[in-house]
């Protein structure tokens, strides 16, 4: 069974386990109730190795918003885009130069609502190693992997608390050889370690 076949079993039944999984320890009361949010999607771009690896990005310190943040490549989904799915597969593009055709797409997890007004869709995909990936640099400073069991443990992540703006707010943070990893990054790791299990998918 590949990688991809795994995968895609692990979050059907991660869904079917689950009917009311906390999306996100760090969503804000004021995204709630009727407020309409901007719809965006982000790519976990998860190599095909024995031990699988997962893609994150540096955000550009030059960034208005988030700078200098670890993230996963994605952004928000333009009117051109068909789904959530085509416009995660554009962003990665246009960010780290990965072809989409060659990410094999397994599925969506769990939808992440953040404080800044953005309805988040992760894809998941899997795609081959040592890709010749180069970072867009108005946006991307570097890219990394760093191996997906790290990042999918639940003994990596710790949670904090912090008051922003009279909100206290909580938040995940994972920390992998000097890179920190939190906020809304780390929260959709940890929703996505909830559906697949962290020790599924070694060989």
Do not use: C
């Amino acid at each position: 069974m590949t990688l991809a076949e795994r995968l895609r079993i692990a979050l059907d039944q991660g869904h079917a386990r689950d009917s009311d999984l906390m999306l996100s320890d760090t969503r804000d009361p004021r995204v709630d109730g009727n407020i309409i949010l901007a719809p965006a999607a982000v790519l976990v771009a998860i190599t095909d190795r024995p031990e699988p690896g997962l893609i994150l990005t540096q955000r550009s310190e030059k960034l208005r918003k988030h700078p200098g943040q670890i993230a996963f490549p994605g952004g928000r989904v333009d009117a051109g885009d068909a789904d959530e799915i085509a416009g995660a597969l554009r962003e990665a593009h246009e960010e780290i130069g990965l072809p989409p055709h060659l990410a094999q797409i397994v599925g969506t997890s769990d939808r992440y609502h953040t404080y800044t007004g953005f309805d988040i869709v992760p894809v998941l995909a899997v795609i081959p190693p040592d890709l010749p990936l180069l970072a867009q640099e108005s946006e991307v400073a570097d890219w990394f992997e760093l191996p997906l069991s790290f990042a999918l443990d639940p003994a990596n992540r710790s949670r904090h608390a912090v008051e922003f703006d009279g909100i206290v707010r909580h938040y995940y943070e994972i920390m992998w050889q000097g890179r920190r990893i939190w906020g809304v990054t780390a929260a959709i790791l940890a929703n996505l370690s909830h559906r697949l299990g962290h020790d599924r998918f070694a060989a």
